[in-house]
């Protein structure tokens, strides 16, 4: 069981996220000011931690700069209601794995964690497979089964990132940040237009689908069972 | 009322009053020291006549022959209509033999030169007995008798009258004009200071329409009221402008919360089963985000507008900012059936932030997809003008009318063509905010045609022949 530990000072929130975690299998513990987290995390009993970026005492940040100097590297995920691009920089600098403003959806935040426990996700391989999908790296070919891939090169990468994390949820804004490498919120449905896109290159009709979408925030690509 | 003593402390503690007041001391100092000259220069000129005359008189009467010497002092003596001649020949025991001088005076020597001397007393029937300040000679003659002789010295002392008298004539006045003159400029400044005191007074109380005072001239005082009042005019627009948000934010939260909470409240009584809740809640979900969104937004412009940012510029090259833009939208452009074209004339870099130019593009390029009907052109393009790169968004959509070009970047500021059409009203706000962020200049243009929005990116445009392509086909 992967257990969470929620660093927040706001017990409605705590709650909720607890909840809702809890929900999903998840052993959750909360902790509701820095100092207590600290001493929580650094005792090892966390697999992925959600901080909190201001805490009363200590700060969530100063919390995740102690565990690294510590030697403490749990992944780490920073929840914060300063969602300016310096401040996402500021937390990533001080050692967390990834940064979401508030406010969030749970889902996002639930595909982020479940993205942090899996990683890392980009390995050394050339050719990934999934399925009946084949992308080879080298030669940038795309095939599904015998039918060859007519891909743009964005298509190309949003693919490989989908693969390389096959099974996994993965969001819009995450898909936005890593494929795109664009710091901003875009028009909802802009991501949505490139998947489906590459949804229909992927799934012919006749074809089990294998790129979904999920609850209309996410994306999973996936092979049958 | 003021007190008139009141007043005048006011007055003289004016610049103006205190610079007359600096002048005409300054002007008296002057005065002074020139009459001061005069004097010395006529009383020297003055002195060597007299001196000449006592001499040469005294040399005169001393080469006469013995006894003829007391006839030439007499004769001297006698030729004297303003009484000014004195003179005497003294025995060698001191004792009078002639003239009008009844002792040898003390104090003046027997070297055949002139001094200044007193003598006396004085024994002649026109004149008074006292001594006389006189420049006076004595010699001895060849007999041992002593010859003295004596020039009155009123004549230079007259000179000096008439020049004390000159200076009073023309200092007074001038010190005394210069002084009300000063008083008057203090109290006209005073007056005028004290209206532009009473207007800020009024501004202060929160009246922002009030402007200072101004005489219409060009003098100092007007121009920086001038400048101040196009200060308040600035600062009256944008307090209107943050009044205008809060209501309008205040508006457009509303209208979500209420689909939100009637939504809610309908499904509570009505809703039977898990699903049917469940898609309530979603609806509900949906509301909710579309108020964060206008919240976000908001706060993002703010974050924008606050300057910060400019601390992470870098070089931004401008055609492939426009490549990339094109092909994040051209595939919302396709699914609406809009075609979308890039263009880039002349690639340049311009210092910048990459991301926010792009969401500014961005959002140029989404308004115009989403205006401009399906089957007809969206055209990016870069181009190098005589002042800098030009981003120019082109489409076939309803324009927008010259009189609401200025307002379209105020936020939640909505034409009313757009009105039907799903936003916020800030994506033109945000473009505004991010060109203004980088010094560019942003212009809404077209016709009912069509819209054409441009970005000046005013830094000079760096010629790249290997970059500079025509690319008419789609991206």
């Known amino acids: 069981m992967t257990r969470l530990l929620l660093i927040e000072d706001d017990a409605v929130t705590a709650e909720e996220v607890a909840g809702y975690f809890r929900g999903r299998g998840y052993q959750v513990s909360c902790a509701a000011t820095g100092t207590e987290g600290l001493a929580e995390a650094g005792a090892g009993r966390a697999d992925v931690l959600v901080v909190d970026r201001l805490l009363p005492g200590m700060d969530g940040l100063a919390v995740i700069e102690a565990l690294r100097h510590a030697g403490i590297r749990t992944p780490a995920l920073v929840l914060s209601a300063l969602d300016g691009v310096d401040e996402r920089v500021r937390g990533l600098r001080a050692g967390g794995d990834d940064y979401l403003g508030k406010p969030f959806a749970l889902a996002e935040l639930e595909a982020r964690i479940e993205a942090l426990l899996r990683r890392p996700a980009d390995g050394p391989e050339t050719l990934l497979r999934v399925g009946p999908l084949e992308l080879d790296l080298v030669a940038r070919t795309a095939r599904r089964g015998s039918r060859v891939l007519d891909l743009l090169p964005r298509e190309f990468r949003l693919l490989e990132y989908m693969m390389r ?7 819009r804004a995450m ?38 979408t999920v609850r209309g925030i996410s994306f999973v690509l996936d092979a049958p069972p | 009322m ?25 002007f008296t100092a002057m005065s002074l020291l020139l009459f001061a000259f005069i004097y010395w220069q006529t009383a020297e000129r003055e002195r060597g006549r007299i001196d000449g005359i006592v001499l040469s008189e005294a040399r005169r009467i001393a080469e006469a022959p013995g006894p003829a010497a007391g006839a030439a002092l007499e004769s001297w003596l006698a030729e004297d209509p303003h009484g000014r001649h004195y003179g005497a020949l003294f025995g060698p025991g001191g004792a009078q033999l002639a003239g009008n001088v009844q002792a040898p005076p003390a104090g003046l020597p027997a070297d055949g030169l002139a001094h200044r001397v007193v003598i006396g007393p004085i024994d002649r029937d026109h004149d008074g007995d006292g001594p006389e300040v006189v420049r006076g000679v004595a010699r001895r003659l060849g007999d041992g008798r002593l010859l003295v002789l004596g020039y009155d010295l009123d004549e230079l002392d007259q000179a000096q009258d008439v020049i004390v008298r000159a200076l009073g004539l023309g200092v007074a006045p001038a010190v005394v004009l210069s002084l009300a003159g000063g008083t008057v400029l203090a109290w006209r400044g005073q007056r005028r200071i004290a209206a532009v005191h009473e207007a800020i007074g009024r501004i202060m109380q929160g009246q922002l329409r009030e402007r200072l005072p101004m005489r219409g001239g060009a003098d100092e005082l007007d121009k920086v009221a001038a400048a101040v009042n196009g200060m308040l005019d600035r600062i009256e627009q944008l307090v209107e402008e943050i009044r205008g948000v809060g209501d309008s934010m205040a508006h457009d939260l509303r209208t979500p919360l209420t689909r939100v909470r009637t939504r809610l409240e309908r499904s509570r009584d009505e809703a039977l089963t898990r699903e049917e809740f469940q898609a309530a809640a979603d609806r509900a979900i949906a509301s909710v985000d579309q108020a964060l969104a206008v919240v976000s937004a908001v706060l993002r412009i703010g974050e924008i507008e606050h300057g910060q940012r400019r601390a992470a510029f870098a070089p931004v090259d401008l055609g492939g900012l426009l490549r990339d833009a094109a092909e994040l939208y051209e595939p919302v452009a396709e699914e609406k059936g809009v075609r979308l074209h890039l263009h880039i004339a002349a690639s340049s870099a311009v210092p910048g932030d990459r991301d926010l130019l792009l969401e500014a593009v961005g959002n140029l390029l989404d308004n115009a997809v989403k205006f401009t009907p399906a089957g007809t052109d969206v055209t990016l393009s870069l181009h190098g003008g005589p002042d800098g790169a030009c981003i120019r968004v082109a489409d076939n959509g309803p324009g927008i009318l010259p009189s609401e070009r200025e307002r379209v970047l105020q936020r939640f500021y909505r034409t009313e063509k757009s009105r039907t059409v799903e936003g916020s009203g800030l994506g033109l706000s945000l473009v505004a905010a991010v060109a203004s962020l980088h010094g560019f200049r942003l212009r809404i243009g077209g016709s009912a045609a069509g819209c054409v929005v441009e970005i000046a990116c005013c830094p000079a445009v760096v010629p790249n022949p290997a970059q500079a392509d025509q690319q008419p086909a789609r991206v």
């Open chain 1, 175 to 212: 898909l936005f940040e890593d494929v795109w490498n664009y710091r901003f919120t875009p028009r909802s449905n802009l991501v949505d237009v490139h998947m489906g896109r590459l949804r229909r290159k992927l799934d012919a009709p006749h074809e089990v689908e294998l790129l979904c």
């Open chain 1, 165 to 171: 994390r096959a099974g996994q949820t993965v969001t």
């Open chain 2, 2 to 26: 003021r007190s008139p003593m009141r007043l005048l402390g006011l007055l003289a503690a004016t610049t103006a009053f205190r610079w007359t007041l600096a002048i005409a001391g300054g």
